[in-house]
């Protein structure tokens, strides 16, 4: 299967790369909107260079590929208007229009918790406790929490459009993805220990605790991220739906049954496992 990757170098995209890239299944293909250096960890990887907002800079990526997986995109939910606009409207709009030109059967899409974010604004930090009675899934209101989440709405909308009254992409899936974090800080310590070496946090704080706190009930181990992009992959039978992106946590406020009824996802990790900054995987 030839798989095309927008937005190949960030934090999902790599994580696609260090567990499944080179499997003989796959042929993939990167996009991002800048290269790596060849001594770089994903240096060594052909990489189509443009920007998703220049549609006739992308298409030719999109000659010969099964299956997208757009994850390139404005992604931090302070951002304003004017700078979500390009990358995750006209951006969606033409990697999707590109998909449908060049007969692009499978389209997976990197969406975001924060489409359902105002549940936790709400209720935060309540929520954060293992025993909170809320499991939110694929049929509960959208509640964005910013201008980023509302152009992932937007964009799953518009993938609905595209596989039900386009037809092309034929089988689209949007991931509502929690936490991903770099390959150096992949635990649910991961964040906290981050802002510790930054100067920003200590150990003993409350913030600290908090951080890590939440962090267990949203943590997408980057394994398991990448198993849940290759079950939609594997897929054939899904024409439109919309998973959520999250390890097995004991703490998740995000339903994965969904995902484990249609796609077969079998997520490895929990972050309860962990008490104490670990080993990455």
Not at 202 to 214: A, I, K, M, P, W
């Amino acid at each position: 299967m030839n798989v095309l990757v927008t937005g190949a170098y960030g934090r999902c995209g790599t994580a696609i790369i260090d567990h499944l890239d080179g499997r003989s299944d796959y042929e993939f293909t990167y996009l991002n909107r800048s290269d790596r250096a060849s001594d770089h960890r994903y240096g060594q990887f052909d990489t189509h260079v443009a920007d998703i907002t220049e549609y006739e800079a992308i298409r030719p990526a999109f000659d010969g590929q099964d299956a997208v997986v757009h994850l390139a995109a404005y992604p931090y939910i302070d951002g304003d208007w004017a700078d979500v606009f390009e990358p995750n409207v006209v951006g969606m709009y033409n990697v999707l229009e590109a998909a449908r030109d060049a007969g692009v059967e499978s389209f997976v899409f990197g969406s975001t918790n924060h489409v359902q974010g105002m549940y936790e604004e709400t209720l935060a930090p309540e929520l954060y406790r293992p025993d909170f009675p809320l499991k939110i899934d694929q049929n509960d209101p959208v509640r964005p929490d910013s201008f980023y989440a509302a152009t992932k709405s937007f964009g799953e909308d518009l993938g609905r459009y595209y596989s039900e009254s386009v037809g092309t992409p034929a089988r689209f899936y949007a991931l509502r993805i929690c936490t991903v974090l770099p390959y150096t800080h992949d635990t649910p310590y991961g964040q906290a220990e981050q802002r510790v070496a930054d100067g920003d946090l200590t150990r003993d704080s409350q913030e600290y605790r908090r951080l890590v706190t939440r962090t267990k009930a949203m943590w997408h181990s980057r394994r398991d991220f990448a198993h849940l992009v290759d079950c939609c992959l594997q897929d054939d039978d899904v024409s439109y739906g919309i998973f959520n992106g999250v390890s097995d946590n004991d703490r998740r406020w995000f339903s994965i049954r969904h995902a484990r009824r249609r796609l077969g996802y079998q997520p490895m990790d929990n972050g309860e496992a962990y008490d104490h900054p670990g080993n990455n995987h």
